[in-house]
């Protein structure tokens, strides 16, 4: 069963950028016939959806993020990216890319990552 890892998160100050990485956790398992998305959950709050890449690269974004944010995926090394550009302190939150065996952005995942965290402070 396909189990997602996510990397890259850490701590950075206003203005600055991440780029997480989302990959399989089996060595070998291609992600490139899934829909891909990325979503945070901060203390307190909802989760919150921010972007999605179908296997054919089509995107979508939330307005939250739209125009600061890019998702992309690498088929050759099998992975999925959020590059997150001038961040903001309430982008701090838990990060996690989830997974559907699908070829559109879905609404709902099969597949979710552990999550890692960002966290946007000076």
């Known amino acids: 069963q396909l189990q997602l890892v996510e990397s890259g998160g850490g701590t950075v100050q206003p203005g600055g950028s991440l780029t997480l990485s989302c990959t399989a956790s089996?060595?070998?398992?291609?992600?490139?016939?899934?829909?891909i998305g990325w979503f945070r959950q901060a203390p307190g709050k909802e989760r919150e959806g921010l972007s999605c890449i179908s296997f054919d690269g089509r995107t979508k974004y939330s307005d939250s993020i739209r125009g600061r944010f890019i998702i992309s995926r690498d088929y050759d090394k099998n992975t999925v990216s959020l590059q997150m550009n001038s961040l903001k302190p309430e982008d701090t939150a838990t990060y996690y890319c989830?997974?559907?065996?699908?070829?559109?952005?879905?609404?709902?995942?099969?597949?979710w990552g552990q999550g890692i965290q960002v966290n946007v402070s000076s």
């Open positions: 089996v060595s070998g398992f291609s992600l490139n016939r899934y829909a």
């Open positions: 989830a997974g559907r065996h699908i070829s559109y952005c879905p609404y709902e995942y099969d597949h």
